[in-house]
């Protein structure tokens, strides 16, 4: 008859070393797993990397506003170019004559932060004899861009900066000191205008739009300028007469297009 002791279940114990290496190869197949699923991910989303989302059915529609502004600045170049054997001779008479128109635009009301020096080059001057080159002087160019907050006055502005010497005027411009309000004005113009045509042919063709999938806006205004080339400066010893400039009005026009869901 069995004793107690050897109806005992007996118990097995595995040593470590027999089951570490199935514990490998699980660990092994679920990173396997998991680099595969990421790698999977990765390549679909760098599919879409720098690309828009595409819809089978679209529709796209243009519109344009249009705004009726009065230019509030005039912005204007004035040039002097001066001429000598030297360069310290040619940089001292660009800068007298410069000095003058300075002084004529703050006697004629411009404040000096309305006044801002966008060029000044040195160029040699050449002189080609028998093959060869030697330089016989310097130029010196300097231009003065010029903000006018009283359009009232522009053309005495104008008669100013002749008489004080500049060689030439140009790029005479009206313009809107803050467009953005009749910029966005025009937008919205442009979009109702898009929108309305949206409707038009979306009845027309008997289809229903969706959701708004894409928009682009442009600038498409056309800036106002004259060019006026100043005789004071040209050697004569008085400048001609400038006629009254007539500012009239700026056009600001937008571009839009929308572009639908079809449903």
Known sequence: MATNDEKKLSVKIIPPHEYLPYIFVLLALALIVFLGVVAAKVFKESQYIGRSVEFQ???????????????????????????????????????????????AMKKAGISEDDLKTTVYNINPKYQYTSGKSSITGYEVLQTLAVKIRDLDK?????????????????????TIDDPDKVKEEATA????????KAGT?????GI????LVGFNESDASD???????????GGLTKSAPVSDVQV???????DVSLTYEVK
């Open 57 to 103: 059915n679209t529709i796209t529609v243009s519109g344009q506003g249009k705004v009726l502004a009065k230019p509030d600045i005039g912005q204007v170049d004035l040039s002097v170019l001066a001429e000598a054997k030297t360069v310290a001779d040619a940089v001292s008479e660009n800068n007298q004559k410069m000095n003058k128109i300075v002084q």
């Open 154 to 174: 522009s053309s005495e502005i104008l008669d100013a900066a002749a008489t004080a010497g500049a060689n030439q005027i140009g790029s005479l411009s009206f």
């Open 189 to 196: 113009k442009a979009i109702a205008n898009a929108k309305e």
């Open 201 to 205: 042919m979306a009845q027309s063709l």
């Open 208 to 211: 229903n739009l969706g959701r």
């Open 223 to 233: 800036s106002s300028s004259l060019y006026y080339e100043g005789l004071g400066g």
């Open 248 to 254: 009239g009005q700026n056009e600001v026009a937008v």
